[in-house]
């Protein structure tokens, strides 16, 4: 069999679920996939408004494709415009070369449809790409820097009033974040935020009309109450730079209109000859094959494609629409090219919608009958977008759309209100750093002298040593038991049931632990006295109180699973004496600052674990919150993390994923 060639044009939503449903069935075929886009990244077009209204980085929805496709060897990324097809030779051609398809997916997107009302391509703003995005961007920026300058009030009013044209998701996603970003604006250029107006005009006497009327309502009392003017049955007839015109004569002075009220096909497919339908969508079968080409194994994907699941009504121009069409045509590519002689018809399935109203209300419907309104609706659609993530296999931006969304945003613009979000100067925190690698170092270090002189090396590992005797570890007692001597059975007779665990290790636990000097005291005092004082809950050691331990006994289960991995008192003491070096090396790894993150939330689990053990005390258990604390980054202040973490993640990333390239193979 000859190598096969599949081209996909676009790697929107559409295009990168057709490319990543057949690179992984066509793993073993000889294919060649070709994923053609005019930009060498995916636009995460659904959080577009969150650039454009200032929320999120313009590179926070920009997706490099080699790091979608990184490990997928039968994939071929491309760089460029797509000008042409030529059917019946099966060529795509494109600004810089032509590529031959033995089978074609097109998923080229939309574009803004202005219905052609003069004004809106000189004086208005579309959002419909990336760059649509930043353009909004900095023209409001320099818009109300330019208001803040104007002196005449009617101008400096046009001048902060701006206006969304159109109620769908785009525009109410829009103004949504005009309503949050306007205090931060009004802030930063010393204006009053009550000198801006939020408009949305609006054709229909109603907004949101895809949702049950009930959820539009209670975006529209939302807004209301944001001060955001719904201006409904006002179809805008021209566009002009300080003002829009009203089909009833009237006018608002505005300098800013965001044309979100119509979309149809993009129109660089208009010359490729394909039967086309309302909004210049091209038509496709139920197989998503291009009518008229279905033998030329030509497919229409996404926003782009024209067909009609049910009578008069094509495929919506939402997300999930996109992906299910891109996978019916990708199933079917995989079907020919593995001649297993099946077709697969379109079947949808959408589970529903969410509109947020910035970054902390929403309104969702889902399955038709689930209703979510408020920041439960947000949270459903940051679901969402985090299983899209899953879908497309990439943990990488996964991983980066938290960090955008949820723990690098400004101005307190996301669902937890910036409480996940605050910036400190982690400088402050090496001192704490630095006194946490050292209790542990002190700690761990203890257990290598036992009762043996710091500065007398010859005289570590004495009794209480963990190098030394029977092991600590309370799972060990029945064994410990057997081989032991007479002293450890005769503390652990004295103390019995749930004290037991502190007494009968005597000196050996509490020094394990790490704990409180005071257990340490009352421990080795012996198993008797110990078992006389009854131990109080305290977070910090009161003089001459016992300490309370977390668990006075390890859990049956866990002791079970100890018994496993430390069958005998060899193997015990092998994992005990190894645990002393464990700490030694997370303690300097702490000081120095070198993988902070990693060594304190080591030290979170290694804690958990002395506590299932019985072996850790309630007044030390700040060794946990203090460990999270340290989590923030600290060991970049005045630490090895500093250069060693993105030496790392530049070494990591360049061999996983290679360099990203802002030109992929152009030929
Ligand atoms: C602001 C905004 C908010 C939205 N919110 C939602 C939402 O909440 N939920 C929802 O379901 N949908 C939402 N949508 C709609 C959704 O984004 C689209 O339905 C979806 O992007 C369609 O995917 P697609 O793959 O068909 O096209 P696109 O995602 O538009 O991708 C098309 C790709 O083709 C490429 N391309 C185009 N022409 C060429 C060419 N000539 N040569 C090479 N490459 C080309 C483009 O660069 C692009 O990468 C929103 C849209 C916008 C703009």
């Not at 449903?21 to 060649?32: G, I």
């Not at 006018?251 to 979309?263: C, D, N, Q, R, S």
């Not at 613009?413 to 409480?419: A, L």
Request: neutral net charge; hydrophobic residues 45%.
């Amino acid at each position: 069999m000859t190598k096969k060639n599949i081209v996909v044009v676009g790697a929107g939503y559409a295009g990168v679920a057709a490319t990543k449903f057949m690179a992984k069935k066509l793993k073993k075929d000889d294919v060649e996939i070709t994923l053609i886009d005019r930009h060498s990244y995916h636009t995460m077009m659904t959080e577009l408004h969150e650039v454009a209204g200032g929320r999120v980085e313009p590179t926070a929805i920009q997706y490099d494709l080699q790091r979608l496709f990184a490990r997928k060897k039968n994939v071929k990324l491309v760089t460029d415009t797509v000008v042409g097809i030529d059917k019946e030779q099966k060529v795509v051609k494109t600004q810089a070369g032509s590529y031959a398809f033995d089978h074609l997916i097109i998923g080229m997107g939309g574009e803004p449809n202005d219905f052609g009302t003069p004004g809106v391509k000189e004086h208005g703003f579309t959002l419909w790409s990336f760059e649509d995005s930043v353009r909004i961007r900095e023209h409001i920026e320099h818009t109300v820097a330019k208001a803040a300058i104007e002196p005449d009030a009617t101008k400096r009013k046009a001048m902060l009033t701006f206006v969304v044209c159109g109620s769908g998701f785009t525009g109410i996603e829009m103004i949504g974040e005009l309503v949050e970003w306007k205090d931060r604006l009004a802030e930063d250029y010393k204006l009053d935020p009550n000198e801006f107006t939020l408009k949305v005009v609006e054709a229909m006497p109603t907004i949101l009309n895809m949702l049950n009327r009930n959820d539009a309502n209670k975006a529209v009392r939302y807004l209301e109450k944001k001060n955001v003017e719904l201006v409904l049955n006002a179809p805008i007839v021209e566009v002009f730079a300080d003002h829009i015109k009203l089909k009833d004569g009237s006018t608002i002075p505005t300098h800013t209109l965001i044309w979100t009220a119509g979309v149809k096909a993009t129109s660089d497919a208009a010359d490729f000859g394909l039967e086309a339908a309302r909004g210049n969508r091209l038509v496709a079968n139920e197989y998503m094959e291009a009518k008229g080409y279905e033998d030329k194994n030509i497919y229409i994907i996404g926003d782009l494609v024209y067909y009609e699941e049910q009578p008069n009504t094509p495929t919506p121009q939402i997300v999930q629409a996109a992906e299910q069409t891109g996978h019916c045509a990708a199933a079917n590519v995989v079907s020919a090219i593995k001649g297993d002689g099946e077709k697969h018809k379109f079947k949808s399935n959408y589970q529903g919608f969410m509109v947020s109203v910035g970054s902390k209300w929403g309104v969702a419907e889902l399955f038709g009958k689930i209703h979510l309104s408020g920041f439960l609706a947000i949270i459903m659609k940051h679901i969402v977008n985090l299983k899209y993530f899953f879908d497309i296999r990439s943990g990488y931006y996964m991983f980066q759309y938290m960090m955008h969304e949820f723990f690098h945003i400004k101005d307190d613009r996301n669902v937890t209100r910036g409480h996940s979000s605050r910036y400190g100067n982690v400088l402050w925190s090496v001192p704490l750093r630095i006194f946490y690698g050292l209790v542990w170092f002190i700690e761990a270090f203890k257990k290598i002298v036992g009762n043996g002189e710091v500065l007398k090396p010859s005289t570590w590992f004495g009794e209480g040593s963990w190098f030394t005797g029977n092991s600590v570890f309370p799972w060990t007692w029945d064994y410990a038991k057997e081989a032991a001597t007479t002293a450890s059975s005769g503390a652990a007779d004295a103390v019995g049931g749930a004290s037991a665990t502190a007494a009968t290790t005597a000196s050996s636990v509490a020094d394990a632990v790490g704990g409180a000097s005071g257990a340490a005291d009352a421990a080795t005092s012996g198993g008797a006295e110990a078992a006389t004082h009854a131990a109080h809950f305290g977070l910090s050691y009161a003089y001459g109180e016992e300490p309370m331990a977390v668990l006075d006994k390890a859990p049956d289960w866990f002791s079970s699973i100890m018994k496993v991995m430390m069958p005998n008192m060899d193997v015990a003491m092998f994992f005990q004496k190894m645990m002393v070096f464990v700490e030694i090396g997370i303690a300097l790894c702490i000081m120095a600052g070198l993988f902070t993150w990693l060594m304190n939330g080591t030290t979170i689990i290694l804690v958990a674990m002395f506590c299932m053990s019985g072996m850790f005390y309630w007044v030390n258990i700040w060794f946990i919150p203090v460990a999270f604390a340290l989590m923030n980054g600290s060991g970049r202040a005045v630490g090895l993390d500093r250069w060693v973490i993105p030496w790392i993640q530049k070494k990591l990333g360049g061999w996983w994923y290679g360099k990203p390239k802002s030109l992929y193979n152009q030929k």
